[in-house]
């Protein structure tokens, strides 16, 4: 597809269980961001992945969130043993390099609505 | 990281008045740009600021970008229910990182 895809649209979750929620890039972007937005609020950054440099975690709120981006491409987000107050969506961006701050933009996807009871 | 506040936090008014939000930050970023988030959706770009002083317009919205570079507003005229969804502004670290901080959002309600 032409955007930026997120898998599953929504996911239902006993507490304790793990997680995995994925997130397809546009072709070609060598960013990608997970943000994490609870109901109402903003936008709360998790991680960032550019291109082949080494991750910038700073955002994952516990040593439960980790992801990944194989091959530069297709990103995974996992939280493990998964609480109550997960329950957010997760929106996953993707966006060109370029130097050109005109000329970047962050794409999003649809989102995850993850519940977790 | 640098953070930004938006200001108001929730904004409803009737359909043909004129609004403004503000976006704040004690950093500089290199450009900020403006998104609108619909329910169900992801945030989709609005416009990009660059330059210190710089105002864009886009139809009825009009944002300007301080001269600091450290706080954007957005203006809409004549407001419609159509413009009814959060306003987010976020802004780019650094030319090259492309790491974009969002701040919390405006929430507007157009009431016809």
């Known amino acids: 597809g032409a955007g930026v895809s997120q898998s599953p649209s929504n996911k239902v979750t006993e507490k304790g269980k793990d997680v995995e929620l994925r997130c397809d890039p546009i072709s070609g972007h060598t960013a990608l961001y997970w943000y994490r937005q609870s109901l109402g609020q903003g936008l709360e950054f998790l991680i960032y992945?550019?291109?082949?440099?080494?991750?910038?975690k700073s955002g994952l709120p516990s040593d439960r969130f980790s992801a990944e981006r194989t091959g530069g491409s297709v990103s995974t987000l996992t939280i493990q043993r998964t609480q109550q107050e997960d329950s957010a969506v997760y929106l996953c961006?993707?966006?060109?390099?370029?130097?050109?701050?005109?000329?970047?933009?962050?794409?999003f996807g649809q989102g995850t609505r993850l519940t977790v009871v | 990281t640098q953070l930004l506040e938006q200001s108001p936090q929730f904004l409803s008014i009737q359909e043909g008045e004129n609004l403004t939000v503000y976006c704040n930050s004690s950093s500089v970023f290199s450009s900020l740009q403006w998104y609108r988030q619909e329910p169900g959706e992801g945030p989709v770009l609005l416009v990009t600021?660059?330059?210190?002083?710089e105002v864009k317009k886009l139809k009825r919205l009009t944002f300007q970008f301080g001269d600091a570079r450290k706080d954007s507003s957005l203006h809409i005229t004549a407001a419609q229910p159509g413009d009814t969804g959060l306003y987010l502004c976020?802004?780019?670290?650094?030319?090259?990182?492309?790491?974009?901080?969002f701040g919390p959002g405006t929430r507007l309600s157009v009431l016809p």
């Open positions: 961006a993707s966006s060109p390099l370029s130097t050109d701050a005109l000329n970047t933009e962050a794409f």
């Open positions: 976020a802004g780019e670290e650094d030319n090259y990182g492309q790491n974009f901080v």
């Open positions: 600021v660059v330059t210190g002083g």
């Open positions: 992945f550019q291109g082949n440099s080494a991750p910038d």
